[in-house]
């Protein structure tokens, strides 16, 4: 497990690319297919990887060998973006992408953060591991060091985030967090997960009497 840096900026944009490739939220965001599909995916995350370094919020990674297989985008609880800068970040997706681009990846904000929990919580914006290392548990690493942080900062009550994947949510519940909320938008529905910190995984579960092991 690594802090990632700027020198990790090209690698970390290209594994976010490739890993929501064929993400079904992603997918109407940009509206497109192809090459002008995944051109959409990396203006957006390296947009996002800009904001989230500058405010150096904790960005996790994970390396197979030398490659970078899985990263982690955080955002502490008591860090906020300013009105200017969320404005430079929406005019750079504008520029790169388009005004209908825009409007739609700020929709999906505006209807996730409407199902947000109010008790304090580290935001899990973004995890992803490379299609070409997914299954080998580098999924759970990250997952398993964003809970040690958030159970180490004194202004977190627990992790929260989202997905527009159904078959990622009961994986996420194998992992202690539940859904608190849906919402939609378009043809798309997403899942707001929150886990408490001290929850259990699965596997926890299962040592101690549960019915199910991840």
Known sequence: MI??????ADSAV?????AFENDP????????????????????????????R????????????ARLAGVALLNEPEVQFPPPVRTRWAEEIRRAAGSEVLERLLQNG?????????????????LAVHPDFQGRGYGRALLERTHALS????????VCLE???PQNVP???????????RYHYDQVEGAMLFRPNGSKTMLELDRHGGHVAF
């Not at 290209?14 to 490739?18: G, K, Q």
């Not at 940009?30 to 051109?39: C, F, L, T, Y």
């Not at 500058?54 to 060998?65: I, K, T």
């Open 14 to 18: 290209e594994l976010l690319t490739a």
């Open 151 to 158: 159970e180490k900062h004194l202004g977190s009550d627990g």
């Open 3 to 8: 802090e990632l840096d700027d020198s990790h």
């Open 110 to 126: 505006r209807e996730a953060m409407k199902q947000r929990p109010a008790q304090p919580h580290l935001y899990l914006s973004t």
């Open 163 to 165: 997905t527009e994947n």
């Open 171 to 181: 994986l996420y519940e194998h992992f202690g967090y539940r859904v608190i909320g």
């Open 54 to 65: 500058g405010f150096r919020q904790p960005s996790l990674g994970v390396l197979s060998g």
């Open 25 to 52: 939220g992603w997918r109407h965001v940009s509206g497109a297919v192809g090459d002008e599909h995944r051109r959409c995916l990396n203006v957006a995350y390296r947009a996002a990887w800009a904001l989230y």
